[in-house]
């Protein structure tokens, strides 16, 4: 399972697969399944699920690129069932989290940058050169086109939708799609939810939360509590909102 040019300096389970000039530094933990790819660079400490597949020449588990790092201990955690393709390149975290954490069955494609303290929900899909700054939070579900850059500190909501190209430098509500110069709420990501198997009754809901929040007059602070206090508001609707309630950075609209 381990080519003879490969070389490996930490203890893993007998089925994992190393290509050919692969390098695995010491403190890797590897669960059952893991395939890591020819020329890939893995080191700790780094904690890494069942059947994640790290594809050729990406860097794992490195010191992050963070001026205020001295040497200390932090961590990288991969969920079960990730991809990680060629050429990415995942930082461990600095002394402020201690840690980077990417979820489980998550699609992170060639050439992405998780800089350190970077935390991404389930089921991610991170398209090709997707570059994120430092302390960015990613919900599960959510799908980021192509080359786009993220700003530290930028939170993403669940099942949020971000068109290719574009730069995120303020927080994105879970359930919309985001797109556009600058980058603003496009509309209801009804297409990813339906494929979630969203009910007609919380799509209706969360539509009606959406055009009431993002084309109705009236600040978004404002009609977020309203919708906050209003007894019939759903959970879906109280997530949208509460997300709204809590940006540091703002929100796009």
């Not at 350190?116 to 994120?132: E, K």
């Not at 979630?196 to 959406?210: G, H, I, W």
Request: hydrophobic fraction near 40%; charge should be negative.
């Amino acid at each position: 399972m381990i080519h003879p040019t490969a070389v490996v300096d930490s203890v893993l389970p007998d089925d994992v697969q190393i290509g050919a000039y692969a390098v695995i530094g010491p403190d890797v933990q590897a669960g059952t399944g893991v395939r890591i790819g020819p020329h890939a660079y893995v080191t700790g400490p780094v904690f890494i699920g069942d059947s994640v597949s790290i594809g050729p020449s990406a860097v794992i588990g490195t010191d992050p690129q963070d001026l205020k790092y001295d040497g200390e201990r932090t961590e990288l955690h991969i969920g079960s069932g990730t991809v990680i393709r060629e050429f990415a390149n995942i930082n461990r975290g600095t002394v402020e989290s201690g840690k980077t954490v990417i979820g489980s069955d998550c699609l992170i494609m060639a050439y992405v940058h998780v800089a350190h303290d970077c935390i991404i929900g389930d089921r991610v899909i991170l398209a090709n050169a997707v570059n994120m700054a430092g302390h960015v939070e990613i919900g599960s579900d959510v799908i980021i086109g192509g080359v786009v850059p993220i700003h530290q500190f930028v939170r993403i909501g669940d099942y949020a939708m971000i068109g290719g190209g574009f730069r995120v430098s303020k927080d994105v509500p879970p359930f919309v799609l985001a797109g556009g110069l600058p980058l603003g709420v496009r509309a209801l990501n009804l297409v990813g939810l339906r494929r979630k198997d969203f009910s007609r009754e919380r799509l209706d809901s969360l539509d009606r939360a959406f055009r009431h929040l993002f084309r109705e007059d009236g600040t978004l602070t404002s009609k977020a509590l309203g919708l906050i206090e209003d007894p019939n508001t759903s959970d879906d609707v109280k997530q949208l909102a509460n997300f709204i309630l809590s940006s540091s950075r703002g929100v796009i609209s």
